[in-house]
């Protein structure tokens, strides 16, 4: 125990398992023989201090008053950086809810009711620290903030903060009925503790708010209650350093219902939520729905709609009772995130494309469902090979070339820990990274070979879209570009339809090739040419002659001239048809075609007659293939004479011939 000054004196205390002791404070003042009439506890254990817990309450039989004093957990190990939630290189306790002197009509007070809050400021420790407050207080019609005193401690000090003298008007306005109270210090998290009460001199009307260092994304409230006797007023307040958005649920009907609001909050200021006074006026929600008129208790949830990885809210609640003039205060529950993980493990990416990579955490108030808490993340990330992905600074995968890889990103997150205060912890989320090149097809080019002076269509499909890059390479005389700006190279980033326009000839082979490239490895190409479209041609083979064996019905031949092509494309035409024989064969479609290596200027062309040889002699037969050659200009460039073709029915026929 320690008075006033810093004063101490020392119990030893002897617990048996899930033993319960009760001490008098008065009388361990006495036996002490320490003075005043306030001072600081403490309780503390070299071993098994998680299974300790404790109760402080006063009470004052003749005026009928008893209040719960809050102890404190003390962590000798926190670290600032894991209480500091606004990022302020300072610790800071707030109590949130501090009635002035004036007490709020809606605690329903007796009138001429005057309070007298006060707070009681300890140092913890055998150093001198230095605590500045401030305030930021609220009146019927204006709101407002004001600095406070600066205090410094000496070591185990006590220091009580007379706030009624305060309000004077110079500090706090006389009007002002409720402040939130900001400790800022120079001291480690827990090294300094403090308590909020306004009690009216006979102890009968009062109210007491807790100091806490807590910010979180969210807080979940327990229960709330109005009726003729009872109501609450709730608040949540922003301890960033920034604007946010603030977001205020009542769940009602057995969870089943709720209300909701939303409002933007400054740094410091709070939302102020009077539960019966939006029942009985029948406010609106922010979807314009009200309260049952019946209604009488239910829960609350305040929501950081902006900061998700490490809230900056605050809260506080009163429960006033008509009956007693009692008003309680009651805490929500922080709530923290579970261990972060990347959403896709592993992320696959395309070479030269991109994927996006998220962040979630189990909602420690959820049951663990995951949340996306990607922002905690953003302009951390990095890449463990550059040269297969690289990552930008929201969790961007590009990737680079084929292989796999890691990814990592570190950032703060509250911890699932309410005992310790939803502490900021870091957390580097990380997972695999694999790379391959997309998929690319050349459905279409059209035509090939391509006219000079003239363009051809080609379809290119990706999938995954990625970048890609065409490329037009030349291994002959032939040249042609994309589009009209004679670039022989082009990047698409997704399925498309490129213009080849055609340049100076081929010399009759395919002599150049699109090639499509993914981060500098080939995935599809095609071989095509440029050419005159003169289409000439000559004679170099002729199929067919020879003895069919003798048939009543005929014999089915199939005869072909075989012609090499020049100057090949697609808007050639070719005719051709049977000239020259007799009435033993019967003549069906003669049909040319071409064929050879795709995109070559150079082809093959047949000209094929199936038709019906029907002889009984031995003679032979002849007939021959007229094939006409119109080039691209519609001009016939020839009417080719193929080779003589000799057809005998031989003697292994039935009849024989004779």
């Given amino acids: 125990m320690y008075d006033a000054s810093g004063k101490q004196a020392r119990q030893k205390v002897l ?34 201090a998680g299974s300790l817990d404790s109760l402080h309450f006063l009470f004052d039989e003749t005026a009928g008053f008893s209040a719960i004093l809050k102890m404190f ?4 190990n926190a670290k600032l950086e894991e209480r500091d939630y606004a990022k302020t290189a300072g610790w800071t306790l707030r109590a949130p809810m501090l009635a002035l002197s004036n007490p709020d009509p809606a605690l329903a007070f007796p009138p001429n009711t005057t309070l007298l809050p006060q707070l009681f400021i300890r140092n913890t420790t055998p150093k001198p620290i230095d605590a500045t407050l401030r305030f930021n207080w609220r009146a019927a019609a204006a709101t407002g903030k004001a600095p406070g005193p600066m205090v410094h401690l000496f070591p185990y000090e006590t220091r009580r903060v007379d706030i009624a003298t305060l309000q004077n008007g110079a500090i ?13 210090t120079n001291s480690k998290p827990d090294e300094i503790m403090a308590v909020a009460a306004s009690y ?45 958005q603030a977001s205020f649920t009542i769940f009602y009907n057995q969870g089943t219902q709720r209300y909701d609001l939303e409002q933007t909050l400054q740094p410091d200021e709070q939302m102020w939520i009077d539960v019966g006074k939006l029942i009985r006026e029948h406010v609106l929600d922010k979807n314009g729905k009200a309260l049952p008129p019946d209604l009488t208790s239910g829960s609350y949830e305040f929501r950081d709609l902006v ?63 995951p949340g996306d808490v990607s922002d905690s993340f953003w302009f ?9 992905a690289t990552v930008d600074s929201y969790g961007t995968h590009n990737g680079v070339g084929a292989g796999s890889t890691s990814s990592q990103s570190h950032g703060t997150l509250n911890n699932n820990d309410s005992r310790r205060l939803c ?22 080019f059209s035509p090939d070979p391509i006219l000079q002076g003239s363009t051809a269509s080609v379809h290119v499909t990706i999938n995954p879209a990625a970048t890609i890059t065409l490329t037009i390479i030349a291994s002959g005389t032939g040249s ?21 326009t055609a340049g100076a000839k081929s010399n009759g082979n395919a002599d150049l090739r699109l090639s499509a490239t993914s981060q500098g490895t080939e995935v599809a190409s095609q071989l095509f040419s440029v050419t005159t479209g003169a289409c000439t041609a000559a004679n170099t083979n002729t199929t067919g002659s020879g003895g069919y064996q003798c048939s009543p019905t005929g014999t089915t031949v199939t005869l072909t001239d075989t012609y090499a092509l020049r100057e090949y494309c697609s808007d050639c035409s070719f005719v051709c048809q049977p000239i020259l024989y007799d009435g033993t064969f019967i003549p069906g479609n003669c049909l040319p075609s071409t064929g050879s290596i795709q995109g070559a200027g150079n082809q093959t062309l047949n000209s094929t007659e199936i038709g019906t040889f029907k002889s009984n002699d031995c003679n032979v037969h002849n007939l021959q293939i007229r094939t006409t050659v119109t080039n691209a200009q519609g001009t016939i460039t020839n009417m080719y004479i193929g080779g003589n073709i000799g057809l005998q029915c031989n003697a292994n026929g039935t009849p024989t011939c004779h």
């Avoid at 957990?73 to 000798?76: A, F, H, S």
């Avoid at 951390?380 to 297969?388: L, V």
């Fill in 480 to 500: 042609a570009s994309f589009g009209t700006n004679g670039n022989t190279t082009l990047q698409i980033t997704q399925t498309t339809t490129v213009i080849i």
């Fill in 73 to 76: 957990d003390y962590n000798p």
């Fill in 423 to 444: 502490p900021a912890l870091g957390q580097n989320p990380g997972g695999g990274v694999d790379v391959t090149c997309p998929t690319v097809t050349i459905d279409s």
């Fill in 200 to 244: 009216d001199s006979t102890l009968r009307y009062g109210a007491q708010t807790p100091f806490s260092d807590q910010l979180t994304f969210k807080w979940e409230g327990g229960m709330w209650e109005y009726d003729a006797y009872h109501d609450s007023i709730i608040t949540a307040g922003n301890g960033g350093t920034k604007p946010t």
């Fill in 307 to 369: 900061n998700t990885g490490v809230g900056t809210l605050f809260e506080g609640k009163v429960v006033y009772d008509k009956t007693y003039g009692h008003v309680a205060y009651g805490c929500a529950a922080c709530c923290g995130w579970g261990p972060s993980y990347p959403l896709y493990n592993p992320i696959g990416v395309t070479a030269g494309g991109t994927a996006g990579q998220a962040v979630d955490a189990p909602d420690g108030c959820n049951g663990g469902v």
């Fill in 15 to 48: 617990l048996a398992p899930a033993e319960t002791t009760r001490y008098s404070i008065r009388k361990l003042v006495m036996a002490s023989g320490l003075t005043g009439s306030y001072g600081g506890i403490k309780i503390s254990t070299s071993a098994h």
């Fill in 172 to 184: 706090l306005p006389k009007e002002a009925n409720w402040t939130s109270v900001t400790i800022t």
């Fill in 380 to 388: 951390h990330w990095t890449s463990a090979n550059g040269s297969i």
